[in-house]
């Protein structure tokens, strides 16, 4: 009968997606723009990469725009990612470029999966895989297994390389540090915390923040932001989308040798 073929349907297909997802090249933890920017470079790259997100609707904090005002700004350094993902924008002034926030959104997350990045939404990363001194994967569990505090074991997925793309919590980057008594590479060996708003140094730093930061994990956006301390920049996104572009290609010059 339909009714029986329909949950066989997704059962089958969901679950043959999940086994060819258990080896990556890479894993992204976080569902926002930049992790999905690299997401759709490391793929275009050949990579077999996928992203985990907690929410239901992947996307960070990039749908609503600036306080639900759905628009975005993006500066003149950012256009050619910006073309890449087919999205329209307007020019406005000092070099500055608005988009419709949602439009942006859809098209990033479209292009990523059609580039052949695989997207798993209601995933929380709640620990990674730590083998040689080295962050080898991320382990995972159902986002309302963990919110409704339920004494469920989660799974592994194992990954040459682990994108914290978090955001402002830098979830990935507190972890390994606090659980394995490791330095990062930061000024103080450890998450330093994001500093208050200023676009121009914000913008700056979250690209320069973007990098290895411990063996096997690579920081990108606003994560990279809070790791090493410094300013936030508001709803100007052209620093997330160059910080997703630069992560992938750090990855792929290490895992293309």
Known sequence: MIEKKVSQGIIRTYFEKLENN???????VGGGPSG??????????GLKVAQFDRKLSP???????????NQIVVQKEAIDI???????????????FVMDSVESTSALLYHA??????IFNCYSVEDV??????????????TPVLREGMHVDPINIMARCVIDGTGHDSEMCKTVARKNGIRLATETGDVIGERSLDVVAGENEVVNG???IYPGLYVCGMAASAVSGT???GPIFGGMLMSGKKVAELIIEKLKK
């Open 113 to 118: 999966v059609h580039a052949g990045a695989t």
């Open 210 to 212: 973007t990098k290895e």
């Open 59 to 69: 996307g960070g904090g990039m749908w609503g725009g600036a306080m639900m005002f």
């Open 129 to 142: 895989v730590f083998k040689n001194n080295e962050v080898s994967g991320v382990v995972v569990n159902w």
């Open 36 to 45: 999905i920017v690299a997401a759709y470079y490391l793929a275009k790259a």
């Open 22 to 28: 258990l080896d990556l090249d890479v894993a992204i």
């Open 82 to 96: 910006v073309k890449d993902f087919d999205i329209n924008f307007q020019p406005y002034e000092d070099d500055l």
């Open 231 to 233: 300013p936030r920049m």
